[in-house]
Nanobody, 122 residues
């Protein structure tokens, strides 16, 4: 069974930095894409950043402040967050599209981590 485990959240002052990590484990054939989403209280979950192969994409509010990267050998994705603002306060979720070998076929599913709280104080 595939699992995503996040770490690195916490409380930081505005202008500070945090680094989130998300490690995928289990029987995987291939990790196709890895993403970070966030959900603030009373708001919908939104895509923050994604990485597929060597390509990355970012939501406008975090461009030039956040950097997503991936260590394929460790099946881990990172989100380096700099110049944090109170508006960045949210639960951050790791998401991955992963191909698994089902024996006679392959299957692509979306997996989610449990979420990690990021709180930025003003």
């Amino acid at each position: 069974q595939v699992q995503l485990v996040e770490s690195g959240g916490g409380l930081v002052q505005a202008g500070g930095s945090l680094r989130l990590s998300c490690a995928a484990s289990g029987k995987m054939f291939r990790i196709n894409a890895m993403n970070w989403y966030r959900q603030a209280p009373g708001k919908q979950r939104e895509l923050v950043a994604g990485i597929t192969g060597g390509s990355t994409n970012y939501a406008d509010p975090v461009k030039d402040r956040f950097t997503i990267s991936r260590d394929n050998a460790k099946n881990t994705v990172y989100l380096q967050m700099n110049s944090l603002k109170p508006d960045d306060t949210a639960v951050y979720y790791c998401n991955a599209r992963i191909t698994t070998n089902q024996g006679i076929s392959y299957r692509v599913d979306n997996y989610w981590g449990q979420g990690t709280q990021v709180t930025v104080s003003s």
